[in-house]
């Protein structure tokens, strides 16, 4: 029998292996630890350990070690983190690394808003379009330039322009209509403004931001200071 040098391919790494045990608490973390390298190096810093990381910014060492190890060796012996190769790392595992288009459903105060905050495009997600159902809307423009198109165009727009992530800011009693609008375009991806809960298929990703739900927390925070003061 004829032997070959063809080489073996290679063993998954420990760290490769453990991806599906990320959670989306993990995921969170590594977002604060960017925008902390973001500082840093704003700064100057050309590395940091993990222990003058979490001191400096009030975060867990151990932690951040741990959730670093999920996606390999990033620390160097004696040296610690080398601050912009390890913003470069994080940008490459949350998907950062390319750009990504984004439409916000509901043309309203909000909408508009979000539309026109420039910390989106910073982080490389480009607000690509707007949509409403309002005929006196579609047409315009937001303040920077967003265009503002029919929300039945919507399938269309999201193939056309590579649209892979929705926004939804419209009221709650059209959100679920909105949604599943938006899941027939062919979008997997959804931040949700709108309060209620919503219905979305197992192979999309919905996440909600109940800007209500914060201010109650708030308001619980406050009510619960005064009663200790009296």
Do not use: W
Not at 73 to 88: I, Q, S
Not at 110 to 132: K, M, S, T, V
């Amino acid at each position: 029998m004829k032997r070959t040098n063809k080489p073996l391919p290679p063993r998954p790494s420990k760290a490769k292996q453990s991806l599906d045990q990320v959670s989306e608490l993990t995921t969170n973390r590594l977002s604060v630890y960017l925008r902390c390298l973001n500082q840093l190096e704003g700064a100057g810093v050309r590395t940091i350990s993990s222990r003058a990381l979490a001191d400096q910014f009030h975060l867990n060492a151990a932690q951040i070690r741990k959730d670093l190890a999920y996606f390999g060796e990033f620390g160097v012996r004696g040296v610690g983190y080398y601050v912009r190769d390890l913003k470069r790392h994080l940008r490459q595992i949350l998907g950062l690394d390319r750009r990504l288009r984004v439409a916000i459903v509901g043309a309203g105060n909000l909408g508009l808003a979000l539309a026109d905050y420039p910390g989106f495009r910073q982080e490389g997600f480009e607000i690509a379009a707007l949509f409403d159902n309002l005929k006196d809307k579609v047409g315009q423009r937001s303040r920077g330039g967003v265009p503002i198109h029919d929300i039945h165009d919507l399938k269309k727009l999201v193939r056309h322009n590579g649209i892979s992530i929705a926004v939804i800011a419209v009221p709650e009693a059209s959100a679920q209509r909105v949604i599943d609008l938006v899941v027939a375009s062919g979008i997997k991806a959804v931040l949700n403004f709108s309060p209620g809960a919503l219905q979305v298929p197992r192979d999309v990703k919905l996440k909600s931001v109940d800007l209500t739900v914060s201010l109650e927390s708030l308001s619980f925070y406050l009510a619960r200071g005064d009663s200790e003061e009296s």
